[in-house]
């Protein structure tokens, strides 16, 4: 599975920090990697280490010779916190993962739903709050059921 950044923070030298959808939040030193991809040996420039974007959800981009997977960061780098994220975005990695899961496209989603295509990417981005018919839509179109749980600590 992969695991789906949401937020990038730039640190000192050539470290980051990288927030994800299950609430962790990793830190990296990219420097790490310069005697495996000496190419990468151009970001100590800060500007240039300053100008990374992230790529979708899945990688961390500075130009067109220079990018990382964050898939590599959540797995090589620190766990520096870990937060319990807002139910719109436990929805969001619940609907994408699902649908990916399917292995169809936000257009089919959309059309074996009713529901805009644009509204199923703000779902999956954590950016809408959808209702719980919207998401039993969804469940079905998918296949599978809409299931919540409250959980009372004890």
Excluded at 33 to 43: C, G, M, R, V
Excluded at 121 to 132: D, F, H, M, Q, T
Aim: with cysteine; glycine share 8%.
């Amino acid at each position: 599975m992969f695991h789906k950044a949401i937020k990038l923070t730039f640190c000192n030298g050539t470290s980051m920090d990288v927030l994800f959808q299950d609430g962790k939040t990793k830190h990296y030193d990219i420097s790490v990697l310069f005697d495996k991809y000496p190419q990468l040996k151009a970001l100590k420039k800060r500007s240039l280490f300053l100008s990374g974007k992230l790529m979708g959800a899945y990688g961390i981009i500075w130009n067109d010779d220079l990018d990382i997977e964050t898939e590599t960061i959540y797995e090589e780098g620190e766990t520096i916190k870990e937060e319990t994220l807002s139910s719109n975005f436990l929805v969001a990695q619940a609907v994408a993962s699902a649908r990916a899961k399917c292995g169809i496209s936000q257009s089919k989603l959309s059309a074996l739903t009713g529901i805009d295509q644009a509204d199923i990417s703000k779902i999956e981005r954590g950016l809408a709050n959808p209702s719980v018919s919207t998401l039993e839509r969804i469940a079905e179109a998918l296949g599978g059921i809409l299931s919540i749980n409250i959980t009372i600590p004890a």
